[in-house]
């Protein structure tokens, strides 16, 4: 696979150094992304990215995913308003954690010769003082050639500590030192990282014309390249990647596999057509013949559904995906109590976030007489006003439990399966409402 072809088609290649095509055409070549431990988990924002290394690996070449345990304790400043407040070393470590297991979902670490590989930038820059930072990296690089770089001219007016501003030092320097020792040739990243990867093949070639002894640095050969893909925006120009929510994370602690699943499900038609291009591995052919029939039938969303299966069962798996599907079916009223019973609790509280829920201790549980009184007295009438009304929804065939149809209106409650252990899944006509047994 040409590389730099499969991500023109796909709408992935922003910017590339001249040469860059040449030299993966070339041989197999050695290239990185970046990513600063903010947080325990990556986001969506990160995938395009990731699937950046991913076509690399695919096209024959060896992808270097590089954790900042190093830079994520400065933090960078590239498209940020204000400085970023400091981890402790102890969180950047469980990120850091965090991150590699994700990494390791996509990449191929054990395929030969292009086998992947993580590194740490912590590991070189423990033992770099500060006065040897200076002399080794420092000196090659002016403050007028710093600040010509949009990260650090966009903050003048707000201003930018000494901390951020040499941000682009230490990522110039990871450049550097994979350069060295790890043969890597080629940075990708985000277009808003055009600055600090440039600042890398800069930091390369004046080093290395240094080393020379070569006064004319622009005769310096060297081989440094950098390749950006452009930053994901809806079709309305907003930035991609959040929902009402906040950030969509590829952890399933923090965004659950239905929410994630549910997110790409509901991407707009206009949206849909670059998100498969960017997101999935689907060859144009695949994705051209998907986006024929999501035209004759637009209403099925097949487009979408593409999009939400490929993206959710890399992230999470087939099986998590399978769940996400039933989840949704029960969004829709097409589920069954054994359905509801395969869903775990976290899933089952993200179908039925913001569903009115009343908690009943074990103690009213365990003396409730029946079904009626469960869904009025027992729960402090917050499900049914009175038990009159219970009855006369019963009556017209407008009460179940868990999705079954309830019209006995003595049934004991001992009848009923809880869900989890603990929930009941009240449907009061096309509306829910779920009752909570406390331990």
């Known amino acids: 696979m040409n590389f730099i072809k499969e991500l023109r ?35 969506i924002g990160n995938l ?20 900042g345990g190093a830079t994520g304790m400065v933090g960078d400043p590239s498209g940020k308003a204000a400085e970023r407040q400091f981890l402790s070393e102890e969180i950047l470590r469980e990120n850091q954690d965090g991150i590699r297991k994700q990494l390791a979902k996509f990449l191929d670490f054990d395929c030969g010769e292009n086998s992947a590989e993580i590194v740490n930038n912590y590991d070189w820059f423990k033992e770099i003082g500060f006065l040897e930072f200076l002399r080794e990296v420092g000196k090659y690089l002016t403050v007028n050639y710093m600040m010509s770089k949009d990260s650090v ?38 277009s808003d990282q055009w600055g600090n990867i440039t600042t890398g093949t800069e930091l390369i070639r004046r080093k290395e014309a240094a080393m020379i002894g070569e006064s004319d640095e622009e005769n310096v050969t060297y081989q440094a390249y950098a390749l950006t893909t452009p930053l994901v925006t809806k079709s309305d120009g907003t930035k991609f990647g959040k929902s009402e929510s906040g950030n969509v994370w590829l952890d399933p602690d923090f965004t659950s596999p239905y929410q994630f699943y549910q997110f790409w499900l509901n991407q707009t038609d206009a949206d849909t057509p670059r998100l498969l291009r960017v997101f999935t591995l689907l060859s144009k052919t695949e994705i051209e013949a998907i986006e024929s029939q999501h035209a004759e039938a637009p209403h099925l969303r097949l487009a979408q559904k593409a999009l939400a299966k490929d993206v959710t069962i890399r992230v999470h798996g087939e099986d998590q995906y399978d769940l996400a ?24 509280t993200s179908i039925f976030d913001g569903v009115p829920q009343t908690e009943v201790s074990q103690e009213a549980w365990s003396s409730c007489p029946n079904v009626l009184d469960l869904i009025s007295t027992v729960t402090n009438n917050e499900v049914y006003a009175s038990k009159g009304e219970a009855r006369r929804a019963m009556q017209g065939n407008a009460v179940s439990i868990n999705k079954v149809k309830i019209t006995d209106e003595k049934l004991p409650i001992s009848e009923l399966t809880l869900l989890q252990g603990k929930y009941l899944l009240v449907g009061k006509g096309k509306k829910n409402h779920i009752v909570k047994i406390l331990n």
């Open 48 to 67: 395009a990215t990731i699937m950046l290394l991913k076509h690399f690996q695919l096209a024959g070449h060896k992808p270097f995913a590089l954790v």
């Open 153 to 190: 001219k966009n903050r003048l007016t707000t201003g930018i500590s000494f901390t951020e501003f040499s941000y682009q030092l230490l990522q110039g320097y990871d450049f550097y030192w994979l350069y060295k020792n790890k043969n890597v040739r080629l940075q990708m990243g985000g």
């Open 325 to 348: 599907v039933k989840a949704s079916e029960i969004l829709f009223g097409k589920g069954t109590l054994e359905t509801l019973q395969s869903l775990d609790e976290k899933t089952f």
């Open 9 to 43: 088609w796909r709408g992935m290649l922003q910017d590339a150094m001249p040469g860059t095509e040449e030299q993966l055409n070339k041989e197999m070549t050695a290239g990185y992304i970046g990513f600063d431990p903010t947080a325990k988990s990556l986001h």
